[in-house]
């Protein structure tokens, strides 16, 4: 047994030399290695940063007033669409975005709401209206921007996959809401969709 075991020091010791002399005859290998990992590290870093500015550069494109409308399907039969004339204004102070949106119901009937949205460090969720939703996707194709969230939730009880699509282009954005559940099948389902443009200018 002391003779295995004098084999296996030597082996070990032998071993420790190989990998002293490998770091003697390759440094330039070693610090390439090196340089290269901590590129990576630091491109992962940048690429979340870089999405969270990405989003915040949609925010600032969606500042201001806006006229447009807001179409919902009536969850009595998740058929029948309603629709209703709208307005929004919306600021973007660098890390919040903010808005208020106005409905006309007709004969003098406005309701309305407010709500804010913010984006974590890495840009991976949002904080929309209390909510948490992950942010699976932020790409811009053209002149056309699709925000896409995602989060879990509840609709008259029933626990319910909830889906937000920001659609942002050069004339206006589009807010959808999606749903989808045991009760609805596989596909999802438009519960809600804000359509809005900028207010067409006076010709006076």
């Known amino acids: 047994m002391s003779g295995v075991k004098a084999r296996h020091d030597r082996i070990q010791i032998h071993n420790v030399w190989l990998f002293l002399l490998y770091l003697f005859i390759n440094p330039l290998k070693i610090m390439k290695t090196a340089f290269l990992l901590s590129l990576l590290i630091c491109s992962a870093n940048c690429f979340a940063q870089g999405d969270r500015e990405f989003i915040y550069e949609q925010f600032k494109k969606i500042s201001g007033t806006?006229?447009?409308?807001?179409e919902y399907t009536d969850e009595s039969d998740n058929v029948t669409i309603y629709s209703l004339p709208a307005k929004c204004q919306s600021t973007f102070d660098g890390t919040k975005?903010?808005?208020t949106v106005q409905y006309d119901h007709g004969r003098g009937d406005m309701s309305g709401g407010r709500g804010e949205c913010?984006?974590?460090?890495?840009?991976t969720k949002m904080n929309y209206d209390g909510v948490i939703?992950?942010?699976i996707e932020s790409d811009e194709h053209g002149d056309t921007t699709e925000i896409v969230l995602e989060t879990k939730g509840k609709e008259k009880r029933r626990p319910t996959d909830l889906k937000r699509i920001i659609t942002i282009t050069s004339v206006g954005f589009?807010?959808?809401e999606q749903v989808r559940s045991v009760e609805?099948?596989?596909n999802y389902i438009v519960r809600n969709r804000h359509i809005f443009r900028r207010p067409a200018r006076s010709k006076d």
């Open 66 to 70: 806006w006229e447009g409308f807001m």
């Open 118 to 123: 913010t984006v974590n460090e890495e840009g």
């Open 184 to 186: 609805f099948g596989p």
């Open 97 to 99: 975005w903010e808005y």
């Open 174 to 176: 589009t807010i959808t």
């Open 133 to 135: 939703w992950d942010v």
